[in-house]
């Protein structure tokens, strides 16, 4: 593994570090990355001595790489960053990028709880070969991560990276949701290209997507089960943990929306409420892991302290994929 301390440009591969240039030579508010589209935030599969398994990450990569989705999120929460060292979260982008098809879009998670160790990261995300950083709010001390707070982070990681920085707010896991007044005036930052929103407020989002259309600042749905509502009050997208197991189907939810077809589009969000809220807020991860098995994924074990299912939380998760048709 290369040493983090070199120079950047010495860190990053031809082909990463012409993106990064090219990235750092235009404004990403004027567009020049879309972020539109659908982005399964991947599992990270572990072997049965929860090492990562690189092995099947990449045979899941292979699957993927058929679908019409528009890139992936790596180390999100649902790839289970949190209990993965640093040199791991790098690795499996570096291998996801080898993997990747030409033209998909890599979003790396490099999120920290302080503002220099995120700027390091993101360093070695963008060197390993990420397009965009998806940057999590910093939460241990959340009851000091105000406005002032959070815009100097963002700003601070903003000023240095790269690449186009993507905010992230997920309530659900840190506590803490990002201010609107924080978002707005970080719209306007000439590196910060956009919010995952994981809490699911549509009016929140549709007044986002309100308050910084003049900033081109794109805004993400974090989860399948609001995806046409945030289609419908402006969002450009979605990063779905439903996607690692019903991938071609939130595609096509999103061709629906997309193209105005409406009535098929209420009707498939309708069926995808309940296996998405079962592999998100209700049974989580192990449970996202199960279902990815079931539909002839890797998804495998969780790793500890995070403890597979009960049998009767995995009977609850296949009536909720069966009972909407899709097992």
Not at 179 to 207: C, F
Not at 251 to 266: F, T
Request: hydrophobic letters at 40%; charged letters at 20%.
């Amino acid at each position: 593994m290369q040493c983090a301390w070199r120079p950047l440009s010495r860190l990053l591969s031809a082909r990463s570090y012409q993106t990064a240039w090219s990235r750092s030579q235009s404004s990403p508010a004027a567009g020049r990355l879309d972020l539109s589209g659908i982005y399964p935030p991947i599992a990270t599969p572990f072997t049965t001595k929860e090492a990562v398994d690189y092995q099947r990450l990449e045979e899941n990569l292979q699957k993927y790489a058929k679908m019409p989705f528009k890139g992936l999120v790596v180390q999100g929460s649902n790839g289970e960053y949190p209990y993965l060292t640093e040199d791991e979260r790098v690795e499996v982008v570096r291998t996801v990028r080898r993997t990747l098809p030409e033209g998909k879009v890599l979003m790396a998670g490099s999120g920290c709880e302080s503002t220099r160790a995120t700027v390091e990261l993101t360093e070695k995300m963008t060197a390993a070969g990420a397009d965009a950083v998806l940057v999590v709010t910093p939460c241990f001390y959340k009851g000091k991560m105000d406005s002032r707070a959070l815009i100097h982070h963002f700003t601070k990681v903003a000023d240095s990276s790269p690449v186009p920085v993507v905010l992230y707010s997920v309530p659900a896991n840190t506590g803490l949701e990002m201010p609107l007044d924080a978002v707005v005036e970080l719209s306007q930052h000439p590196n910060i290209l956009g919010l995952k929103d994981s809490r699911g407020d549509i009016t929140r989002i549709g007044l986002i997507v309100h308050k910084t259309k003049t900033q081109n600042f794109q805004v993400l749905a974090g989860s399948a089960g609001f995806l046409m509502a945030a289609y419908c009050v402006g969002a450009v997208g979605g990063v779905c943990a439903l996607a690692n197991v019903l991938g071609q189907e939130l595609c096509e939810l999103e061709r629906l929306c997309q193209s105005g077809g409406w009535e098929e589009a209420r009707i498939l969000q309708q069926r995808l409420i309940e296996p998405n809220a079962a592999v998100t807020r209700k049974l989580g991860v192990p449970a996202l892991k199960q279902a990815m098995e079931w539909f002839g994924f890797h998804g495998g074990a969780c790793r500890s302290p995070l403890q597979p299912l009960t049998e009767a939380e995995t009977q609850q998760l296949r009536r909720d994929f069966s009972t909407n048709g899709w097992l």
